[in-house]
């Protein structure tokens, strides 16, 4: 038995390959930080090639602060719903960080990440500036 279980560790490690680490961020203002685990697609890792950045944000439908990236990422699979906490592209370079549950218009957002601090930080109106950087492994 252990010998089946083995051979099977091995054959899904070969043609699977090693897991990733999930990669971490922080966002942080004058009003508070949170922290991001970011999803595993092209977007994000092009995002992390970018950091640190500092991105002044504005806040939209009182449902999200949005602001420009320096350049555009490369388009995946979007999707129309969000969660509190959802980080998301909604064009090539527009940075979208919900804080309230809702549903966007198509074509929908890019996830790039799921917020795990208290992203009511950025529930107030106005602009707000954000520096983002990658956390160490």
Avoid at 25 to 46: C, F, H, K, P, Y
Avoid at 112 to 132: C, N, W, Y
Wanted: hydrophobic share 40%; no cysteine; charged share 20%.
């Amino acid at each position: 038995m252990l010998s089946r279980v083995f051979r099977t560790f091995v054959v899904k490690s070969v043609l699977i390959g090693p897991a990733m680490a999930q990669e971490r961020i922080q966002i942080s203002s004058d009003w508070g930080s949170v922290t991001a685990e970011l999803a595993d697609n092209d977007a994000t890792r092009a995002l992390v090639r970018m950091l640190p950045l500092v991105i002044e944000m504005s806040d939209h439908l009182r449902q999200e602060k949005t602001g420009n990236l320096p350049s555009p990422l490369p388009s995946v699979e979007r999707q129309l719903d969000f969660t509190t906490g959802t980080l998301g592209l909604w064009s090539a370079d527009h940075l979208v960080i919900y804080y309230r549950d809702g549903r966007a218009p198509p074509p929908g957002i890019i996830l790039l990440g799921k917020a795990t601090g208290d992203v009511s930080i950025f529930d107030r109106p106005g602009p707000v500036t954000v520096r983002v950087v990658r956390i160490n492994q």
